[in-house]
């Protein structure tokens, strides 16, 4: 049987429709995933993450161990800020991407995909071993809830007693919000501004009806699983399963730039990438743009309309960005044509640039990222 997240009732009584995710009953969309993806890029949705895997690690050397056991450095991340990384397998592929809280000086809060959870919490504490640094399970402990859009840092003011405007992007504090002890991180995978707030909980359906009330004069919106693959897409974030698999390093997606080397200890993989690294690429991620009203499904063929050569395929279709996964380096620059599969028709499809720029994220937000 599914579990049920502590916002299950609420969700049902907004008349959600429900998925199985990752052994979880989740809603799926509540009007339509169109609607609701709309609503985010212009106004506010709010989403049940509580799904997600949080893992905390402490301890005197929990930030050189986390350096051992992932593709970046944590020790580098400051107290409130967050950092994006990911766990990779001895041959370089891609075991989850995950991202880095530091709490404080000797705690992190890592958060994990939810199908990968556990798979992330045994890596994690095998590779920790023998560092003075301790692990547990933290999921029971946290409720996540996401308010992602334009008028989100306004909702949000309302209701938290930190000061919002000033909160970086990939920051995180605790405060009050809606009287409520909770972690609240500037984050989010929508490609838009908005906060993530971690709650106990006990106290899910209180913070989740309140911001709900203060949303309503701003646009904000219940949104499922379903728009947030589709927005995550459009902004060209990857997704572990799609773009991200075991059998695909970082830098076949994009993601070279968040692995580090020489680091004291080394880390898992790392003699994987540095090869990697020092080759040629010669299949890249990249976007693609078509007119067709219709998505290709994941796995749809890519074609060279001249040869009619098969040279990638799709890894995540959305009605307006489509990732065409392992297309030749020199097949995939802004403006090159490509035919795409969509359900047996074969239709025009032009790269574009990849990843585009999130939508709502200024310049300044961009920098604060490190």
Known sequence: MSKKTPLHDIHTELGASFTDFAGWSMPL????????????????????????????????????ALDHALVGEPSKIA??????????????????????????????LVVAN???????????????????????????????????????????????????????????APTLLAYRDVLLARTGYTGQDGFEIYCS????????????????????????????????????????????????TPFDSGLGRVTAFGKLDGSVGEAALAARRDEAPTRVLAGLASTCPRAPRTGSAVFD????????????????????????????????????????????AEASRFPPQPPGLTTSQERDRS
């Open 114 to 172: 939810a199908a990968n959870a556990q798979i992330v919490l045994s890596q994690l504490r095998e590779r920790i071993d023998g560092y003075a640094a301790a692990i547990r399970d933290a999921s029971g402990e946290w409720a996540l809830i996401a308010v992602q859009g334009p008028t989100s840092p306004a909702i949000v003011s309302e209701l938290a007693g930190a000061d919002v405007p000033a909160l970086k992007y990939y920051a995180i």
């Open 201 to 248: 909980p006990r106290d899910a359906a209180a913070v989740w009806r309140a911001v709900s009330a203060a949303g309503a004069r701003h646009g904000l919106v219940p949104c499922g699983l379903a728009c947030r693959d589709t927005l995550r897409a459009e902004a060209g974030m990857p997704l572990y399963g799609r773009e991200l698999t075991v059998r695909a």
């Open 29 to 64: 969309r509540y009007t339509s995933e169109l609607a609701e993806h709309h609503a985010i890029r212009t106004t506010a949705g709010i989403t049940d993450l509580t799904h997600m895997g949080e893992i905390e690690l402490s301890g005197p050397e929990v930030g050189r």
């Open 305 to 348: 309309p001249e040869t009619g050569e098969r040279i990638g395929e799709i890894t995540s279709g959305a009605l307006s960005l489509t990732g065409g996964d392992g297309l030749p380096a020199g097949r995939s620059g802004p403006g090159t044509n490509t035919l795409v599969d969509i359900r047996g028709s074969q239709q025009d």
């Open 79 to 108: 107290v409130g800020r967050a950092r994006y990384s990911l766990l990779v397998h001895e041959t370089g592929g891609v075991l989850d991407n995950l991202l880095v809280h530091r709490l404080a000086e000797q705690r992190y």
